[in-house]
């Protein structure tokens, strides 16, 4: 019989009933140390007090008004996001692939508004991941995620990461924007030299293309700023942000200057669910969380430190580990033998991390993790390389 749960996952035969910060337990009471927060989801961990506060204070107000009418959380959370960011406007959306739905869509209609209907196509990335909708994976380009899903979505042109002259030469009279994530996830934790984000930014403004950040995976604190960008001292015109902004409440947002969403007028864009006040409450609680002193200084010290000891471990297993690298609480380990069976092993050692692209196994852990859990975690990776050594 046919699974009464589509099969469209590999997922592991693990089931948690209860989270508690970075812990995870089972309903037998295993415990697991949750380096893979939800896929860079739970960045203030499990069942956070004041997150679970705005939620059930919400809850027991209203939960859903749709784009009808005033939603004052989404008011509030867009003030919030646009005194951060180089933004001016935000969309709320429910997801990260739509906010790079509304990123392409909100590229093509600025061309559009400004009469150059034609300026349609937008330059990605090779190894890029951007969602799973028709227009994000072939956003994407990743042949595995297009194969059966044909016709693709036109207007994608794909370049090698990192390589400026090659995206320079792809640019014609047809394009619109680039789109770049600032360090590739699911592709393999591949971080965007500063100086490459950079010369992105001047040739967007030299061509008059709009420049577009893929932040879903990399913002909300992730990399140690609240933005991954804000490193390279540059801005996009446009950014999709999700997983982290609800800290585990389905949420995400497209930011925008006012000139690249010229073209947004009523009518153009919708959401149903999109910034439901169930969902603003929590990212409201979040952004403020985020915003109190010494928490990113908090993430750069954990990101520091962890990277030290899991570099000074991998160095120990030469035999084992091929090469870490991230930014960041946004580390990768490339083990010499399959990720998936790295993952499987850690896992039952008590520690839970994600696969990426590239054989890489991902640590994505929560950014209020401390000392103990970076060394707990240490331990068993320490553990899991010398028992395969
Ligand atoms: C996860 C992710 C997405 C897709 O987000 P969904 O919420 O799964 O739609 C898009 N871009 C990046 C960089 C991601 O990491």
Known sequence: MFPVVMPTYARADLA?????????????????LDFAAGVAVNALGHCHPRLVKALTAQAAKVWHTSNLYRVAGQESVAAKLVERSFADTVFFCNSGAEALECSIKMARRHHF????????????AEGAFHGRTLATVAAGGQKKHLEGFAPAVDGFDH????????LRASITEETAAILVEPVQGEGGIVPGDPDYLRRLRATADEFGLLLIFDEVQTGMGRTGTLFAHEQAGIAPDIMGVAKGLGGGFPVGACLATTKAASGMVPGTHGSTFGGNPLAMAVAGEVLDIMAEPGFLEHVQAMAALLRSKVEDTAARFPGVVEEVRGLGLMLGIKPRMPNTEMVARLAE???????????????LPPLIINDAQVDEAVGILARAFDEVK
């Open 16 to 32: 948690f009933e209860r989270g508690e910060g970075a812990y995870l337990f089972t309903a037998d009471g295993r415990r697991y």
């Open 113 to 124: 508004a400004a009469g150059n209907p034609q300026r349609y196509r937008i330059i990605c």
């Open 159 to 166: 370049v090698p990461y990192g390589n400026l002259n090659a």
């Open 349 to 363: 050692g008590g520690l839970l991390t994600v696969g990426a692209g590239d054989n890489i196994v991902r640590l």
